[in-house]
């Protein structure tokens, strides 16, 4: 089993439409989660960080998290041609410095 | 202020070759991961460099190693290169007080090994 599962799509959305991005994980020791947007041929780039459990918002984003279940998600209101992307969870323990990364969901957003 | 750089932006190596990945952090940043990313696939962990030491490893073989300089530049090399070994390789600086969320990558160094 995976340490982080992320259902690699394809998503495609009409414009101004509400997205839904998940991610689940096996390892309970991760306490940092954390949203990255990566478009072709450039690196990965930090969309949403969030530390535990709880929810986090960030202009039109939304980060949840909820440890019980193992389970979150990022949330994308009004949706932009701009947001088509590859969209990567990742997670990392309390003491390590390893990021464990699911394998991305490519999203396309169309106007 | 400039970000992570990293050279070259693409390579093509035969299989069994030798080869070495250069990355430089951001201004600030003394910490250095590097990152394997297959097509398709979420970024894998080789190892995290800080003060010149390999401080933590991901599973990967010891044909893969580094080198962390004193301006907190890196290398990456892997001997005996394999098909499989074709991928995205990222680098990632961040600064000791913001392990977590200052994780800063690069554009990465394609290789592509034939």
């Known amino acids: 089993q995976k340490e982080v599962e992320q259902d690699p799509g394809p998503l495609s959305v009409p414009e101004g439409a509400i997205v839904s991005l998940n991610c689940t994980y096996s390892?309970?020791?991760?306490?940092?989660f954390m949203w990255y947007r990566q478009y072709s041929r450039k690196g990965p780039e930090l969309l949403m960080y969030?530390?535990?459990?709880g929810n986090k918002e960030d202009g039109r984003f939304t980060a949840q998290v909820d440890k019980s279940s193992k389970y979150i998600s990022l949330f994308i209101r009004d949706s932009q041609p701009s947001d088509s992307a590859t969209y990567l969870c990742?997670?990392?323990?309390?003491?390590?410095?390893?990021?464990?990364f699911g394998t991305g969901t490519s999203l396309t957003v169309i106007p | 202020d400039a970000g992570v750089t990293q050279s070259p932006t693409h390579l093509i190596k035969t299989r069994g070759q030798q080869v070495t990945l250069r990355c430089s952090p951001k201004?600030?940043?003394?910490?250095v991961s590097w990152y394997q990313q297959a097509l398709g696939q979420g970024p894998q962990f080789i190892f995290q460099?800080?003060?010149?030491?390999?401080?933590q490893r991901g599973n990967f073989p010891d044909r893969f190693s580094g080198h962390q300089f004193p301006n907190y530049s890196s290398e990456l090399n892997v001997n005996a290169l394999l098909l499989g070994d074709s991928a995205l390789y990222l680098c990632?600086?961040?600064?000791?007080?913001?392990?977590?969320?200052?994780?800063?990558f690069g554009s990465g160094t394609r290789l592509t090994v034939v």
């Open positions: 990742a997670m990392s323990s309390n003491t390590g410095n390893q990021f464990y």
């Open positions: 460099y800080y003060e010149e030491e390999e401080r």
């Open positions: 390892n309970s020791a991760f306490q940092y």
């Open positions: 201004s600030g940043h003394d910490t």
């Open positions: 990632a600086s961040s600064g000791r007080t913001h392990l977590y969320y200052g994780y800063t």
């Open positions: 969030t530390y535990s459990s």
